[in-house]
């Protein structure tokens, strides 16, 4: 038995006795509110054994489907519904000695499936496939080069790099947007389906993890360098869109503005001689990389090194709080920010890094002191006015709470409708304030949408809009009441 998992589902192969009655579907088990079958399989093939026994492959959406246990229903010829426990490997998480094996004993039922209901251009498909003919990037020209972009998947650049002259050569590889490194490392994985069609000896593959800048939901063109062989190696570019998952808690400085404010640090070191801003330059970059690809401790490592060799500087230390940061030790990251402010009073990031780490230890009054500061050194800093907006709307939430456990539920409405007025992104204030406004309506005259969340949402939305013109009539109202 088989069950892999995809971002898009599971896919299963079991075998079946020749003694059980055939299957007619395959689904996803549910049993929280009810034991029942949802997600219905979109794909179902069967092969008999010469003993008779029956070979199911099948795919089951399931999106984001967890690696481990899970829990699949299968419909019988007679009606009957048993459920089988299985335990799921996630594609995208094998190392190369596992896919490979699931691709040499699985592969043969799992194409036809994967040419069924994934993208063309999926990573999954793509390895199940025979070998593509690569591209040559350099067009009527010969060349012992070998590329291909498999495209992304997961997350993950997936594609292999190969030259007839170095057989045995494993080639750094680097993924470019618009020009700037987003991913970076050594095409040497393992793929058999590489070495059965000549690709040297197979370990000619790389899968890299890509920077989390590129993870909002936007489309972006990626393309491929080898830098050791210059533009002959680049392959065609792959348009990819990843899901919107991004670190909320964080300002980082973008690499660009990293790399501007390092032109600016005094040279020391090794950095005084000929060609050192360069090496400089290179150095914050890959440490960029390195973050921006949650290598946190090389990245840390990397700028702490940078601040012996300059001096203690306000910018490393910036950096290293955005590494705290990422990891969640924020009290690690306060004291480097506060490092970063000490030395360099009029480095807004700093004091927007503080704001952030402040807001996250339950300290708004702080946090919004820390985005004033920034504020006042980089007037218009869109994401300290957008922080800043958003402690003093968590203010206000805070006390319309406190005016309700009072008693005093007009007062916390009133409050709340000015509040999302004048926020009208704080989700946390228009949640409150629709749940106040549901609670406060007379029995009856709510409908309870919970069992249908876009019923709920056009429930939510028509709330909040009500609200919003009570609030701009009592307004008008007023004004026009006014001498």
């Known amino acids: 038995m088989l069950a892999l998992s995809v971002a898009e589902g599971v896919f299963l192969i079991v075998a079946a006795a020749a003694s059980f009655e055939g299957v007619r579907a395959f689904a996803r088990y549910e049993s929280d509110p009810l034991p029942r079958f949802v997600s219905a399989g979109t794909y179902l093939a069967a092969q008999k054994t010469k003993e008779g026994a029956v070979i199911y492959t099948t795919f089951v959406p399931w999106p984001s489907a967890p690696a481990g246990p899970l829990r699949l229903g299968c419909l019988t010829a007679s009606g009957r519904k048993p459920v089988l426990s299985v335990k799921s490997l996630a594609w995208a998480e094998l190392p190369s000695d596992a896919s490979t094996a699931v691709l040499t004993r699985f592969g043969r039922a799992l194409l036809p499936a994967a040419k069924a209901v994934l993208p063309e251009r999926h990573g999954l498909r793509l390895a199940l496939q025979p070998v593509q003919p690569p591209v040559q990037a350099v067009a009527g020209e010969p060349t012992s080069v070998l590329c291909h972009f ?213 300290q708004p009054a702080a ?67 629709h749940a106040l406004l549901r609670d406060s309506q007379p029995p009856g005259q709510f409908v309870d949408t919970a069992g249908s969340a876009a019923s709920a949402q056009v429930e939510r939305a028509r709330n909040l809009l009500e609200a919003m013109l009570d609030e701009f009539e009592q307004r008008l109202t007023t004004a026009a009441g006014a001498p």
């Open 150 to 362: 498999d495209g992304v998947v997961d997350g993950l650049a997936h594609g292999w790099v190969y030259d007839k002259r170095q057989p045995g050569k494993a080639f750094e590889v680097e993924i470019l947007h618009q020009g700037e490194v987003v991913a970076r490392g050594i095409a040497d994985r393992y793929r058999d389906d590489l070495e059965r069609n000549g690709i040297g000896n197979g370990c000619h593959h790389f899968r890299l993890s890509l920077s989390h800048t590129l993870f909002d939901g936007q489309p972006h063109v990626l393309d491929v360098r080898v830098p050791a062989l210059g533009a002959v190696a680049l392959c065609p570019p792959v348009t990819c869109t990843l899901v919107n998952s991004q670190p909320a808690q964080l300002d980082a400085i973008p690499r660009a503005q990293t790399l501007a404010l390092a032109r600016k640090l005094e040279r020391r070191g090794k950095f005084s001689q000929p060609g050192g801003d360069q090496a400089l330059l290179a150095a914050f970059d890959q440490h960029g990389l390195h973050q921006e690809t949650w290598l946190l401790d090389e990245a840390r490592a990397g700028y702490l090194q940078l601040a012996e060799v300059l001096g203690d500087n306000a910018l490393c230390h910036c950096k290293i709080a955005e590494t705290w940061l990422l990891d969640y030790q924020l009290p690690e990251a306060l004291e480097a920010y506060g490092a970063a402010a000490w030395l360099d009073p009029q480095m807004s990031w700093a004091h927007l890094g503080m704001g952030n780490v402040l807001r996250l230890q339950s």
């Open 367 to 433: 946090a919004l002191a820390a985005y004033r500061a920034a504020l006042a050194v980089a007037p218009g800093l869109r994401q300290a006015e957008q922080r800043a907006a958003a402690v003093q709307a968590d203010a206000a939430c805070a006390s319309a709470r406190q005016l309700e456990q009072a008693g005093d539920k007009a007062g916390a409405t009133a409050l709340l409708r000015a509040t999302v007025l004048r926020y009208p992104d704080h989700e946390g204030a228009c949640d409150s304030l």
